[in-house]
T-cell receptor
């Protein structure tokens, strides 16, 4: 699976948009970009995924560059409950179970 | 709806003692099951995954083992714990080609 690079930490003011970057310059054509987050002492939670088009759901938006070498997760109106470690993962879609490799992620702190 | 259970929530064990952590999933059948470990302040490491009863794949060689005696039950074991086995153990499940993995609440293991 391709490697991802994320900043170790970011801060965001409550109510503002949080933009979390991820570099995945070695991504291959069949690999998807997944985002999960982990609130302290809990299991990770799936947020969103995409292949090459931008995606949006009730939690976030995912913007993938045209060359697919980087992406940005956007939380449009961050709240204190969005404080968590955010993981960007690149992996092909598995035919029998998805084996995801979690890196160090980005610690997002939303400040009041 | 589907739920995933793990127990115990916390565990303190001496070096050299055995280990058995249990994970069960409710509300679905034939799930893919995973065991991850997270060392303090680090990302998640996939230890084992299973696509069916009795089918276990190991991602990292170590003194841990996994078993799947029933469709929705996944057990992580060790005959003799090491100090380095301390960490946060997370069980997860996914279904078929689903992009999402759903994580349990985790077990925090401290080996003393």
């Amino acid at each position: 699976d391709a490697k991802t690079t994320q900043p170790p930490s970011m801060d965001c003011a409550e109510g503002r948009a949080a933009n979390l970057p991820c570099n995945h310059s070695t991504i291959s054509g069949n690999e998807y970009v997944y985002w999960y987050r982990q609130i302290h002492s809990q299991g990770p939670q799936y947020i969103i995924h995409g292949l090459k088009n931008n995606e949006t759901n009730e939690m976030a938006s995912l913007i993938i560059t045209e060359d697919r070498k980087s992406s940005t997760l956007i939380l449009p109106h961050a709240t204190l409950r969005d404080t968590a470690v955010y993981y960007c993962i690149v992996s092909p879609r598995q035919t029998s179970g998805s084996r995801l490799t979690f890196g160090e992620g980005t610690q997002l702190t939303v400040n009041p | 709806s589907q739920t995933i259970h793990q127990w115990p929530a916390t565990l303190v064990q001496p070096v050299g003692s055995p280990l058995s952590l249990e994970c069960t999933v409710e509300g679905t059948s034939n799930p893919n099951l995973y065991w991850y470990r997270q060392a303090a302040g680090r990302g998640l490491q996939l230890l084992f995954y299973s696509v069916g009863i009795g089918q276990i794949s190991s991602e990292v060689p170590q003194n841990l083992s996994a078993s799947r005696p029933q469709d929705r039950q996944f057990i992580l074991s060790s005959k003799k714990l090491l100090l380095s086995d301390s960490g946060f153990y997370l069980c997860a499940w996914s279904h078929g080609e689903s992009y999402e993995q759903y994580f349990g609440p985790g077990t925090r293991l401290t080996v003393t």
